[in-house]
């Protein structure tokens, strides 16, 4: 199997750090470039909406994380584009693996992001991710 396209869904948790570094190892390996998505959960409506200034901070913090993702895979030969998405993040996750435009081949995401307490009541997004996706999932815990 080919995977000439893999999808990096990152959060700036350690496990999502490890996903990334497998991420890059098999990118190595298969000639991959690598699609990272970071998904502020920020839905349309909701009770609690942040203020501009704390979501300009949350956006700011994700965009220099996914900086550094990138810097760490150019270093070792490895193409990375990132995107900061808003939404549900398993249902982005999907969404995004599923466009045409991005041709995703495999998703490598971890096992658990930043909130485990709030994934213990909702349900885990790798879980969803597993469930509902199209293509190969490789979770990494």
Do not use: W
Request: positive net charge; glycine residues 6%.
């Amino acid at each position: 199997m080919n995977f000439s396209r893999i999808l990096a869904p990152l959060d700036g948790s350690e496990n999502s750090k490890r996903a990334l570094e497998a991420a890059i190892a098999l990118a190595q390996k298969c000639g991959s470039s690598i699609l990272a998505v970071f998904v502020l959960p920020f839905p349309a409506v909701q009770a609690y909406q942040p203020d501009r200034a704390a979501k300009e901070q949350i956006f700011k913090e994700a965009k220099v994380f996914l900086e550094d993702s990138k810097k760490s895979a150019e270093s070792k030969g490895v193409q990375l584009k990132y995107e900061i998405l808003e939404g549900s993040p398993a249902s982005a996750i999907v969404d995004y693996s599923q466009s045409a435009k991005n041709s995703v081949d495999l998703i490598v995401m971890g096992s658990r992001g930043m909130s485990g307490l709030k994934e213990a009541f909702l349900g885990s997004v790798s879980h969803h991710v597993t469930q509902k996706s199209k293509v190969p999932v490789l979770v990494v815990k």
